[in-house]
């Protein structure tokens, strides 16, 4: 899987990821971009290599600083923020948070704020780092990510992009949402 040939369907995982990247920073004000900053990680399967050597060359700037981490947001009804523990103990952050959660249309972004809960991505070198991923839900296995790793991540649903995007704007430029 890792060091096998890549795979060429990847719609989910990762290219919702990068599309979401993409959509927000051309919709982003002129006047709000100064506010922020746009990486791409790589070889997050093989280990989250990318985004390690980012923290380890930027430690001090990224030791406060929210990093959003959309993986896998293609695919799924119920969109999920993941937050680390140090920015869950941050009050201000955390409410910045809360501001772009709620239902939108036929889906909805919750927050995992209480309790345990881990999504396995790149936010984790980041103490202020928040994992954010779109599932499904099954009554018998709760919140599962579709069709990853395999062929048929085929599919990048457009309303998650425009969701995300209208979110994480609004969270950025300090406007109201939904």
């Known amino acids: 899987l890792i060091l096998g040939p890549a795979n060429r369907n990847n719609a989910n995982d990762n290219t919702s990821g990068v599309v979401t990247l993409l959509e927000i920073a051309r919709t982003l004000p002129e006047n709000q971009r100064h506010k922020v900053c746009f990486v791409l990680f790589d070889l997050e399967e ?20 929210i990093v959003l981490n959309l993986d896998c ?13 140090k920015l869950k103990k941050d009050a201000d952050k955390m409410q910045r948070l809360r501001r772009i959660c709620g239902v939108w249309g036929e889906k909805s972004i919750a927050l995992r704020e209480k309790g345990f809960s881990y999504y396995p991505s790149d936010q984790k070198h980041f103490p202020c780092g928040v994992g954010i991923a779109a599932f499904r839900r099954s009554k018998w296995a709760g919140l599962y990510c579709s069709r990853i790793h395999t062929k048929k991540d085929t599919i990048l649903e457009e309303t998650n992009v425009n969701i995300l995007r209208a979110a994480i704007v609004s969270m950025i430029t300090c406007r109201a949402v939904n």
């Open 46 to 65: 093989a280990g989250l290599v990318g985004s390690s050597s980012y923290r380890k060359q930027h430690k001090k700037a990224s030791e406060n600083q």
């Open 73 to 85: 947001v293609g695919d799924g009804n119920e969109i999920v923020l993941f937050p680390m523990k």
